[in-house]
C-alpha cells in the first residue's frame, strides 16, 4: 500500500468514512470554497483620503520612508531625489513593466530585468497595497520578477493612490477579477526585512532589503 | 530529531543552574509578551477572529481526508507533485530521492519543523548534499555543532550575544563582532552566497491553500522568499494538518498568526507560492515538491487530543508559560517545547517516550488562555496524564500511594483519624514557625519551596466544634 493510501485510509478509518458522511463533507467543502466567507475585520475607513493615510501610517510603523507625488511622471525625479539624498547610486534593476518611464531625464540608469546579486537598487510596482497594514501586494509574471524586491538592498515601490484597498480580502478579490488565478508567487511586503534572532534585538536588513521607499502616486 | 524527552527532570535541573540561559528567557519573554498584548488591541474583536480561526481549523480537521483530496489535487493543476510520507524517514528518503534526481549538491533551508522531527539534515549529510540553515537563529544552531532549537519562533532564544560573536568569529575565521547589526551583515554576506549557488530551496509551510492548491510562508528575514525563488528546485516539506479552505481563511489567521508569535502586526513578507516558474518568468522554481507528511497526525484525527491539530504554531503558549519561562526549550527534549511541545511530544513519539511532560505544567491555563486558535492545552495535558495512569505508566510508588489514599478515603473514620494526626505532625514539624521548610515525605519537591503548615486541628474537629454555636 503506497504511504498516501496507507495515510488517508486511516484518517478515513477514524472518521468512519461512509458513503454518506463522505457525500456530505464533499457537500460542505464545496460551499465553504464557493462562499468564501471573511472572518471579523478590523474597521477601515474606505474613503480614498483616510485609505491613503492609514496605508501611509502602517507602512511608516513597519518601517518603510514615504513620499507622495502627484502624477506619475514625477516619479523618476521623486527616486532620484531619494537615491541622491540617502547617498545611494543613481543605476537600478526595475520591473520590465516600469521601463516606459523616463528615468534617463531623471539622471536615472535603470534596467529593466530579473534581479542579479550586484544589483543594488531595485524599483518597483505593486499589484495592490492594502491600508490595514501597510502592505504592499505584488505578484510575479515576466513583466513583474519577484527577486527585484528582494536581492537588492534598496527597494523603491511605486504605488497608485486608487489601488490602496482596505483589506487583504480585497486583494484577493482584484486579484481573482483581473489575473484569474494567482501567479507563481504573490509576495505582501510590508516593510525592510528584519530579524530578532539575536537577544530578540530587531536588526533592519537581514537577507532582504535594508530600506523600502514607497513613492505614492495621487492619480 | 530523537527524543530525549525522558531526561526532562534531568534537563530541566541543568537548565534551571545556567545562569545565561535565564537573563535570556527573562529578556525574550517580556518582549513577545509585552508586543503580543498590545498587538491585539489592534483588532476590534479579538475574541471572534479567535472563534473564526477555531471554525476554519476544526473544519478541514473535521474532514481531513476530504480536504487532503482536494489540496492534491489544486496542487497537481498547478504543476506542482504531491508527495506523502507516513514518519521521518520516509521523509528523508523522499527528500534524498528528489535532490539526487535534479543533481543537487547544496540545499538552502528556510525553517520547517517537519525537517527537524525527522532529522533531515543529518540524512542529506550523509547522501552527500549539503543543507544549510538560512533563518538566522537556525543557522547560529546549526553552525554550532548542531544545537537543537528551543523555542519554535526564535529557535536560538539560548544563545547570548556574546555566544553569537564568538561563534561567528571562530567558524567564519573573521575578526570577532560584538554588534548586533555587524554579526547579522556578517550571516547575510555568508549566507547570501548560498543562495544563490543553491540548486534546491526547502521551506515548510505556514499554511496549504486548498483553493489554489498553494502554499503560504510567513517569514521576516527574506529568508522563505530566497529559497522559494532562487533555486531551481523548491520542496515543501510540512504536516497533514496545515490545510485551510479559501484565501479568505489565509487573511484571518494571518490576523491572528503574526501578533501571537511575535507581536507584530503583519511579519515582513508573507508569501502565497502557486506552482512552478510560467512561461516568460525572471525567477521562481522549475520543480515544485509537496511531502504530506503524516508522523502521528493521522492517528489524532478524531481522538481525545484532536483540538491539537488546530496548532498554528506561533508560540504564544510557551511565551506565557511559568515552566518554559523557568526552564527554556531544550529540557523538553525534542523539537517542539512549551506547553505544545508537552501534548505534541507524547503523542507523536509515543506516551511512553515522554513520562514527564504531560506533568510539566501547573495547569494555570496561561497557555489556553492566549492561545489563537482557543485549544485547551491544560485539558489535553490533563487527558494525558489519565492516559499514563490508565496504561500503568506512572511510577509504582505514585501509584501505591494512590490505592493507598483512595481505600482509606472511603473509610470515613479511618480518613478522619489519619488527618487529625497527619495535621498534628505537620503542626509539631513546623514548631513556632508557619512554613515547614523540609517534608521529610517530599523532600525533593520541598527543597525549593516551603510548605505552609496547618493550624493543627482539622476541618471536620472545627466544624463540629462549631455547630453547637449559633
Ligand atoms: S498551541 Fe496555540 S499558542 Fe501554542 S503554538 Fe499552537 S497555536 Fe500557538
Known amino acids: 500500500m503506497s504511504s498516501r493510501e496507507d495515510i488517508l485510509g486511516r484518517v478515513r478509518a477514524r472518521l468512519n468514512r461512509g458513503a454518506t458522511n463522505a457525500a456530505l463533507a464533499r457537500e460542505q467543502m464545496l460551499a465553504a470554497l464557493s462562499q468564501r466567507t471573511q472572518g471579523p475585520k478590523p474597521a477601515v475607513d474606505a474613503a480614498p483620503e483616510a485609505l491613503l493615510a492609514r496605508f501611509r501610517e502602517k507602512s511608516e510603523v513597519m518601517a518603510s520612508t514615504v513620499d507622495i507625488v502627484a502624477t506619475e511622471a514625477e516619479v523618476p525625479a521623486a527616486v532620484a531625489r531619494y ?9 537600478a534593476v526595475a520591473w520590465p513593466s516600469l521601463t516606459t518611464l523616463d528615468w534617463a531625464t531623471a ?8 534581479a542579479r546579486d550586484a544589483d543594488l537598487v531595485g524599483i518597483t510596482g505593486c499589484f495592490c497595497a492594502v491600508a490595514e497594514t501597510g502592505t504592499l501586494m505584488l505578484c510575479s509574471s515576466p513583466g513583474t520578477p519577484a527577486a527585484v524586491s528582494l536581492l537588492p538592498e534598496t527597494h523603491i515601490a511605486i504605488v497608485r493612490a486608487p489601488r490602496i484597498v ?21 509576495n505582501f511586503i510590508s516593510g525592510p526585512s528584519r530579524t530578532g534572532d539575536i537577544e530578540q534585538t530587531i536588526v533592519l536588513g537581514a537577507h532582504g532589503p535594508y530600506r523600502v521607499h514607497l513613492v505614492i502616486v495621487k492619480e | 530529531m530523537e527524543s530525549k524527552s525522558m531526561h526532562f527532570k534531568a534537563n530541566a535541573s541543568a537548565k534551571l543552574a545556567d545562569v545565561v540561559l535565564q ?16 498587538a491585539i488591541t489592534e483588532l476590534d474583536d479579538f475574541e471572534a477572529t479567535r472563534d473564526a480561526a477555531v471554525a476554519i481549523r476544526n473544519k478541514v480537521i473535521d474532514n481531513l481526508d476530504i480536504w487532503l483530496e482536494t489540496f492534491e489535487r489544486k496542487a497537481e493543476d498547478t504543476g506542482a507533485k504531491v508527495l506523502w510520507a507516513k514518519d521521518g524517514a520516509e521523509v528523508c528518503r523522499l527528500v534524498v530521492e528528489i535532490a539526487r534526481k535534479h543533481g543537487v549538491k547544496k540545499v538552502t533551508k528556510s525553517k520547517s519543523m517537519l525537517s527537524e522531527e525527522a532529522g533531515l539534515n543529518q540524512a542529506l549529510e550523509a547522501a552527500g548534499v549539503q543543507p544549510v540553515e538560512t533563518d538566522l537563529g537556525e543557522y547560529i544552531l546549526q553552525i554550532d555543532d548542531n544545537d537543537p532549537p528551543s523555542h519554535i519562533i526564535a529557535p536560538a532564544v539560548h544563545k547570548s550575544l556574546d555566544d553569537v560573536a564568538n561563534l561567528f568569529h571562530k567558524v567564519h575565521g573573521t575578526p570577532r563582532k560584538t554588534e548586533i547589526p555587524a554579526l547579522t551583515r556578517e550571516a547575510r554576506e555568508v549566507l547570501r552566497e548560498h543562495f544563490l549557488s543553491a540548486e534546491m530551496g526547502m521551506s515548510g509551510g505556514n499554511f496549504l491553500v486548498a483553493e489554489t492548491g498553494s502554499v503560504a510562508l510567513v517569514t521576516n528575514e527574506g529568508n522563505g522568499r530566497m529559497v522559494t525563488t532562487l533555486p531551481r528546485v523548491h520542496v515543501v516539506v510540512t504536516g497533514i494538518e496545515k490545510v485551510i479552505p479559501t484565501l479568505e481563511d489565509l487573511s484571518t489567521l494571518m490576523r491572528l498568526l503574526p501578533r501571537s508569535a ?9 508569501s502565497i507560492l502557486t506552482g512552478t516558474k510560467r512561461p516568460g518568468d525572471h525567477d521562481g522554481p522549475e520543480h515544485l515538491y509537496f511531502v504530506l507528511v503524516d508522523s502521528g497526525r493521522a492517528d489524532v484525527v478524531a481522538s481525545d487530543f484532536h483540538e491539537m491539530l488546530r496548532c498554528i504554531r506561533c508560540g504564544a503558549c510557551m511565551n506565557h508559560c511559568p515552566v518554559y519561562q523557568t526552564i527554556g526549550g531544550h529540557a523538553y527534549g525534542w523539537v517542539y517545547p512549551g506547553p505544545m511541545g508537552s501534548v505534541l511530544t507524547p503523542l507523536y513519539t509515543g506516551l511512553d517516550k515522554a513520562l514527564d511532560l504531560p506533568h510539566a505544567a501547573t495547569l494555570c491555563n496561561q497557555c489556553g488562555v492566549v492561545c489563537p486558535v482557543k485549544i485547551p492545552l491544560p485539558e489535553l495535558l490533563r487527558k494525558l496524564r489519565e492516559k499514563q495512569t490508565e496504561q500503568g505508566m506512572r511510577p509504582f510508588t505514585e501509584r501505591l500511594g494512590l490505592r493507598l489514599w483512595a481505600w482509606v478515603a472511603q473509610k470515613p473514620k479511618l480518613y478522619a483519624l489519619g488527618a487529625k494526626i497527619g495535621a498534628r505532625y505537620l503542626k509539631w514539624l513546623a514548631g513556632d514557625s508557619d512554613r515547614i521548610r523540609l517534608l521529610p515525605a517530599a523532600p525533593e519537591w520541598s527543597k525549593g519551596r516551603d510548605f505552609p503548615a496547618p493550624q493543627g486541628k482539622t476541618f471536620r474537629e472545627m466544624y463540629a466544634a462549631r455547630k453547637g454555636q449559633p
Open chain 1, 107 to 114: 539622471g536615472l540608469t535603470v534596467e529593466g530585468r530579473g
Open chain 1, 166 to 186: 482596505p483589506h487583504m480580502e480585497d486583494a484577493w478579490n482584484l486579484a481573482r477579477k483581473e489575473l484569474g488565478s494567482l501567479p507563481r508567487a504573490v
Open chain 2, 23 to 38: 537573563g535570556n528567557l527573562k529578556n525574550a519573554k517580556g518582549k513577545f509578551v509585552t508586543a503580543r498584548a498590545k
Open chain 2, 262 to 270: 511575535t507581536g507584530q502586526s503583519i511579519s515582513n513578507y508573507f
Open chain 1, 83 to 91: 537615491l541622491v539624498a540617502m547617498k545611494l547610486p543613481k543605476t
